[in-house]
């Protein structure tokens, strides 16, 4: 069986507090991307398998979060081995949340294939044991391959609410990667958690257009004043016409919306 997992992006990260796990609360808007996806093939064979195309990250197999997905299964429902191929095409280390799709579709593709009958709420729970993107993706990469998908995303990434963001409508997206890799850890570090004056649920509702001026990523400060270029590539975007631009998570990849 396969499945294309999606990117997503951000419009907006507020990082407000940190747990005592370890972990910050943030909250932000979800969008998945089918205009760039993975390719994932998941099969029935005598043993455990993982094959890799494409942009390969490096990791060893059990740190692969499509292994974790089938690892975790595999407790409850007593799997027979699997062979996994994954052609990864979404940048790592980039905000766009390749392993965490990847990780999200391999649970949806065992759930399926094996007739495990786990409905979409079940598997997100079992998505957030493996990475706190990865319950968004369960939900995006089920759905139709046009949606966006937009969900507000709050917690630690886990706790997920539908959102209809009408603006949205004949937006296009485009994405620039420059060759930069920043680590999570990294990130966190420049960003001083704060409760915002606004929720991003409420700003949302302006139009398009005035988002540039009130809707942040906490991250873009000290990111951009290390990675100059990021901040290059997100003006770039606006003297090409976006109506918002952006870094997509904690990066390097930077998005524009634009009127198709």
């Given amino acids: 069986m396969i499945l294309y997992p999606k990117s997503k992006i951000n419009v907006g990260l507020q990082i407000i507090e940190k747990r005592p796990d370890g972990f910050h609360n943030l909250e932000s808007l979800f969008l998945g ?21 494409g942009i390969v990250p490096d990791c060893s197999i059990e740190d692969n979060l499509c292994v974790k997905a089938y690892r975790l299964l595999e407790k409850d429902f007593k799997l027979p081995p699997v062979e996994i191929h994954l052609y990864k095409k979404i940048p790592t280390g980039a905000g766009l949340g390749g392993g965490s799709s990847d990780g999200a579709a391999a649970l949806i593709i065992l759930n399926r294939h094996f007739g495990l009958e786990i409905d979409d709420n079940r598997l997100a729970g079992y998505a957030a044991q493996i990475g706190s993107d990865c319950p968004f993706f369960v939900y995006a990469n089920s759905l139709k ?40 850890a990294e990130a966190y570090r420049g960003v001083t958690p704060e409760k915002p004056a606004v929720p991003l649920g409420e700003l949302l509702r302006l139009p398009v257009e005035e ?17 100059p270029i990021l901040e ?24 524009g919306l634009f009127r198709e």
């Fill in 211 to 227: 988002w540039r001026s009130v809707i942040k990523n906490d991250f873009e400060k000290s990111l951009f004043a290390k990675y």
């Fill in 232 to 255: 290059e590539c997100k003006e770039n975007f606006y003297r090409n016409g976006a109506l918002y631009a952006s870094l997509s998570g904690s990066g390097s990849s930077v998005f």
């Fill in 33 to 53: 991307l089918s205009q760039l996806s993975d390719i994932l093939e998941i099969i029935e064979s005598d043993k455990l398998s993982l094959s890799l195309y």
């Fill in 145 to 184: 391959e046009e949606s966006y998908t937009p969900m507000l995303v709050k917690g630690r990434g886990e706790i997920l609410e539908p959102i209809e963001v009408e603006q949205l409508n004949g937006i296009s997206v485009k994405i620039e990667t420059p060759d930069v890799f920043i680590s999570t």
